[in-house]
């Protein structure tokens, strides 16, 4: 039987990260710090497989959706080592500043208060919060990086926070769809939100599994 694109994409994905735990033992940003040879090869095999399924768009159509209130987040697969989504962006839409807490395998590192002054925040109105605590810490802006169609971008949290957002000039009407991979699956991410001096810890929802839908929040 021939193999659908993101069935071949999830296979050459899961055959580099198998790999490497092999070789490794683990999969986390902090591999990129400790063995840079070792996370070049991975680097380069995960780029080349989601380059070639990107080429064929149409193949991520199933698990497409938008909804007009915030971005949306599209659950294509996910095992014990990786996970792939789709999230779509309508123009505008945007995340909040977070990282991918104990996505990397550092442990809990939840949302808690520091220092003396810290303490419990009011949580916001959105499913999956678990925590939040005041105050937020000062955060001040690295850099800024621009991708349109084919183009690829890599962060962790070992380099530094970030957000991503739809432009709101942008020149596709419908907005962005992404394809995100991320190794190990995020199970909690911090959210850091300046304007309301808190930091909340959250499980990440999705809006559709495997090009169903699940949550209408
Ligand atoms: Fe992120």
Redesign the pocket.
Known sequence: MVKTVVESLVQGLGQAFNELKVERGEIGWYHQRKDGESFARLDAAVRSALLEAVETPDAFDKFTFFKDEHYVRNLVYQDDNFELLVLCWAPGQG?RI???GDSHGLGDRGARPRGGDAGPAAPPAIPGVLAAVSPCPPLQKLGKGVAGPGAQLY?NDGQAL?A?RCADDTDYPHGAVTL?LYAPP?RR?LLYEPEQDRVVTRVPGHYSRDGKVVQQG
């Open positions: 995340s977070h990282n991918h962060i970030h991503v995100h995020t991410v």
